[in-house]
């Protein structure tokens, strides 16, 4: 105990008011457990004045941010009257973030009666946020890794899948030639379609196996003056065989097919064309995937759409296909995150990404009450 005739015990009060935690003190025998006394820091810290704060339940602090888990822990210690220190996200008067640790404490007087309840604060937010820099720093490492493990393998096997491409690709050529020499015919017109669906899936692989290696080596990556509408056109042509069994197509407000011209709109960007059919392609994979699952080619939809400020060019697709599935949403990025059990390697988006923070562009994937919504944004 503090004798109460020390030089001490008269200084207590400055020394509270002056000491750089925030002190809090609430009343726990009054209604809604209210602020009875709070230190110069505190009102400082969180922008408001001693009047502001007296009378209230520090619960103000929480703002609208009320679904922390860390609050339960503070309600129940309350109840049971003991002490607990927790760190919660606290806001300012004008809305600054601030994670606030603190801890509460009963005091009681010498009956054992629950008088007070003391709270001393400390702003973490420099710590917590080093934190979660580290933290995504540790991840970014991570998906590195993984990235190099890819560049590695499909360096290594990639030349091997190409051998055998190119002569495939060469005997279709061929095959493709012998068949125009035979007659008209159903069977004839069904051969040549079906080669024109093989070609299409062999494009695919080499376009895989391309942009597996092109991540590993980024040295390839060509910015020019291009036509994003062209892109567009090409990724939509590149896809039509797997499209047209699937959904319409709405680009720019009208429906897509294969005579439109590719040069009918000027959307200019500085962009690696290729690159970015590649973006386009996969995302379009993805709603044609998700369409086929869920809808009929009649009420399936995809949109394509796109829309230029004075900051930015902004490319939308959004389909009608339900969704993505709210676990994967957050970790979409991911190499390897797929649901589709027998087919998806989970690499489309993740490539996307890369290339898309290549270019320094935007990606942004969610779902509205129809399907999914991924949106590209291009600063000018
Ligand atoms: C002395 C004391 C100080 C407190 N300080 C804070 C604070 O700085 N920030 C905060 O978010 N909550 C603080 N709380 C917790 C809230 O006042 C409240 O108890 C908490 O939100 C849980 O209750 P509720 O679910 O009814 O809101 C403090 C509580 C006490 C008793
Ligand atoms: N438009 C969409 N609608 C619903 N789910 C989607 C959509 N786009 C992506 N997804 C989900 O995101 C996951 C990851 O997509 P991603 O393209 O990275 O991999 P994948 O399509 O499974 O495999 P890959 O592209 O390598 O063949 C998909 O498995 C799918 O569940
Ligand atoms: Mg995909």
């Known amino acids: 105990m503090i004798n109460p005739n020390s030089e001490l015990f008269k200084y207590l009060p400055k020394v509270i008011e002056q000491a750089t935690n925030g002190i809090v003190v609430s009343d726990p025998n009054q209604e809604d457990n209210p602020v009875v006394y709070v230190n110069d820091i505190t009102c400082k810290r969180f922008e408001y004045t001693k009047e502001e704060f007296l009378g209230r339940n520090c619960r103000f602090l929480q703002g609208e941010d009320r679904n922390q888990k860390n609050i339960k822990a503070i309600k129940d210690a309350i109840k049971n009257c003991i002490s607990t220190t927790v760190t919660v996200k606290n806001y300012s008067k004008s809305g600054k973030l601030i994670y606030n640790q603190f801890t509460i404490s009963p005091i009681f007087d010498e009956n054992n009666n629950l008088k007070y309840f003391l709270g001393i604060q400390r702003d973490v937010t420099k710590e917590v ?88 080596d980024t040295k390839t990556f060509e910015i020019k003056k291009i036509n994003i509408y062209r892109a567009l056109i090409i990724s939509l042509r590149l896809t039509h065989n797997k499209t047209k069994h699937i959904t319409k197509v709405n680009l720019l407000n009208e429906n897509f097919s294969l005579d439109i011209d590719r040069e009918k709109y000027m959307y200019y960007v500085n962009g690696d064309a290729r690159k970015l059919e590649q973006v386009f392609i996969a995302i379009i994979d993805n709603a044609l995937d998700q369409l086929k699952m869920t809808g009929t080619i009649q009420n399936n939809k995809l949109d394509i759409s796109l829309q230029v400020t004075k900051d930015n060019t902004t490319i939308t697709f959004e ?48 779902n509205n009450q129809n399907g999914a919504i991924v949106k590209i944004e291009i600063p000018h």
């Open 129 to 216: 946020t080093l934190e979660k820099q580290n933290f995504q720093l540790q991840k970014e490492k991570i998906e590195d890794a993984q990235y190099n493990a890819i560049g590695k393998l499909t360096g290594g096997i990639s030349h091997e899948i190409n051998t055998p491409l190119t002569i495939i690709n060469g005997t279709m050529e061929f095959l493709k030639d012998s068949i125009q020499e035979l007659e008209q015919s159903p069977l004839k017109q069904n051969i040549i379609q079906d080669l024109e669906d093989i070609s299409i899936q062999l494009n695919k692989i080499k376009n895989l196996t391309e942009s597996m290696r092109e991540i590993a």
């Open 319 to 366: 389909d009608n296909g339900g969704g993505i599935d709210e676990n994967l949403l957050e970790d979409i990025y991911k190499p390897f995150k797929s649901n589709k059990e027998h087919k998806g390697l989970g690499i489309g988006l993740s490539i996307a990404k890369k290339i898309i923070d290549q270019h320094n562009f935007i990606i942004d994937i969610s």
